[in-house]
């Protein structure tokens, strides 16, 4: 508990906003990164997802190649790419990095929300005489942005965890405290600047999950209400009596 | 025609996955080792010496010296490399699950004594040995020392007139060292150049101790200076120019084996036979041996004491 005690006071230590080292430079950059990183994801992985959910052709291809992308080990690629693409540009290297693992979060995000549309949904838009581009931006897409907003939620995590990353080719961000403190052994050091990864995490989650009450379709959630209101309620019925 | 494909078709994948299992098998045989279990009977009982590297090349080099050496005079060793660094190995050690361990005396003396002042091999040597726990023994230390050194390029040196850390204080363009990031905090680090010499630096951090990253950085002018440990062949090889420490800025790093005192009376002169023999310049090459012509360490170690009559 002391530990935590301790991390704390380093992290709302004065000295925390002064130097080379002030916190709120290394949060930008970590957010910086995190940031990019995922709008780059978004730019590659929506389109395709998309594609890939609306004509239900290449599923397999994508979904293997991303997940073997994903099994990467970030560390190793990241001193990879930072050698073949050299130091100057190490901050292209991470963003690549962060971005492969971003990519299959939000690729399955994109193509399993389109799939989730009701066939049926789909069948009426087309006999309702909708061309497939319609179909696409009018029925799939809004009825399969939560799942989307998912896709982008897990892939925000993952990213700004592995953001940590970027210390170790000069980048800073976070990571410059938590790669300083091991040797040194800091842990509060450690801790604290972990805490601060753990709050930015919960921050983004957070802030994922309101955009994914706000983007479902009103139809969507007008159908589930009326699907619960439908089943018998059994909780109501015991309750009730004893009440009574 | 098809009968026949297939039967011959099937003892081949029969014969792969037999290899396959094999691997497996070998894999799962070495996994075996998990250099942080405890293990009983492997623990300074006088029957096994653990000998035991950092997850360094050139320490298990080391390492692999002092095994085949003790081998050879027919002790029982078991070999545990590769484990981490100092945090992960040094309970290990303290609580006599490894016996036999190729340190730097430098590094080890700062950290069990953060506040300790010496800098030159025998002040660091004499206050390692007071500093050590109870229960372990510094044997002699080698003339081999593996100590951070700050390198730049030959075009920089040449420009600037450059071969010493005191040299630096006249140089007209901005410096940036490139090192591990916990350098910022060591006393060698920005502070201690500032300090000593009156350089001032900024301070880039690349995380892979002196490894390609750091030195591509200073290839292409991202750091103006590097942290690249001395015994590493490719300060040479890459053209380098180390700067000379007058002052002494940095701790020497004097390679010693750190032994359980209980072993110490039996093993010592063997293990300072071969510090007696280990220079710097002799680190290098056998660092050589592991970087370009990619051999063993135990490969590099029997060679180099084969060559010095260290075993038969």
Redesign the interface.
């Given at each position: 508990m002391n530990l935590f005690l301790d991390a704390i006071a380093w992290l709302f230590s004065p000295e925390r906003l002064e130097g080379?080292?002030a916190l709120p430079v290394r949060i930008g950059e970590h957010l910086y990164y995190t940031f990019v990183s995922l709008l780059v994801s978004a730019v590659i992985a929506i389109p395709l997802g998309y594609y890939i959910g609306h004509t239900r052709k290449g599923r397999e291809v994508a979904v293997a190649l991303s997940g073997a992308a994903r099994a990467l080990p970030s560390l190793g690629l990241l001193?990879v790419m930072?050698?073949l693409l050299?130091?100057?540009r190490a901050d292209v290297a991470a963003i690549i990095v962060f971005v492969v693992l971003g990519v299959p979060s939000v690729l399955a995000g994109a193509y399993a929300g389109v799939q989730s549309v009701d066939p049926k949904t789909v069948d009426a838009a087309r006999a309702m005489g909708m061309t497939e581009w319609q179909i696409l931006m009018k029925v799939e897409i809004p009825i399969g942005l939560p799942l989307l907003i998912g896709g982008l939620r897990s892939a925000a995590l993952q990213i700004v965890a592995t953001a940590t990353l970027a210390?170790?080719?000069?980048l800073?961000g976070l990571g410059?405290y938590i790669?300083?403190?091991?040797?040194?052994?800091q842990y509060d050091v450690m801790l604290g600047a972990a805490l601060v990864i753990v709050a930015l995490a919960l921050l983004l989650d957070a802030l994922f999950a309101v955009l994914e009450r706000l983007a479902t379709p009103r139809g969507v959630l007008a159908a589930k209400h009326r699907n619960i209101s439908a089943r018998p309620n059994r909780a109501r019925e015991t309750v009730e009596p004893s009440r009574a | 025609m098809f009968t026949a494909t297939t039967s011959s078709a099937r003892p081949k994948r029969l014969a792969l996955s037999a290899i396959a299992l094999s691997a497996v098998l070998g894999i799962a045989g070495c996994s075996q080792s998990n250099p942080l279990e405890p293990r009983p009977g492997a623990t300074g009982d006088g029957e096994t010496i653990v000998v035991g590297s950092q997850a360094y090349y050139s320490n298990e080099i080391i390492a692999e010296l002092y095994a085949q050496v003790l081998e050879n005079a027919g002790f029982t060793v078991e070999r545990r490399y590769q484990i981490g660094q100092r945090d992960a190995y040094w309970p290990a050690l303290e609580n006599g699950e490894v016996d036999v361990f190729p340190e730097y005396t430098g590094n080890l003396l700062q950290f069990l004594d953060p506040d300790s002042s010496g800098t030159d091999p025998d002040t660091v040597y004499q206050q390692l040995t007071d500093a050590l726990p109870d229960g372990l023994t510094a044997l002699d230390r080698a003339d081999a020392q593996d100590a951070d050194s700050y390198n730049v390029t030959q075009e920089f040196s040449d420009e600037h007139d450059v071969t010493s850390l005191a040299d630096l204080a006249g140089v007209d363009v901005p410096i940036i060292l490139g090192g591990n990031p916990e350098l910022a905090e060591r006393p060698y680090g920005p502070d201690g150049l500032l300090e000593t010499y009156g350089v001032e630096v900024s301070f880039t951090a690349i995380g892979d101790s002196g490894g390609p990253l750091t030195k591509a950085a200073l290839e292409s002018g991202e750091i103006t200076m590097g942290d690249v440990y001395s015994a590493d062949p490719d300060i040479a090889t890459s053209g380098f120019v180390t700067l000379d420490d007058p002052e002494g800025l940095f701790l020497a790093q004097n390679v010693v084996p750190i032994v359980s005192q209980d072993l110490a009376d039996q093993i010592a002169d063997l293990l300072n036979e071969v510090n007696a023999l280990l220079t710097t310049d002799e680190l290098i090459r056998l660092n050589g041996l592991s970087t370009t012509e990619q051999q063993s360490s135990k490969q590099i170690a029997e060679d180099w004491l084969r060559d010095n009559n260290l075993i038969d």
């Open positions: 080379a080292n001193t930072a050698l050299g130091p100057a210390a170790y080719v000069g800073g410059i790669f300083t403190a091991i040797p040194l052994r | -």
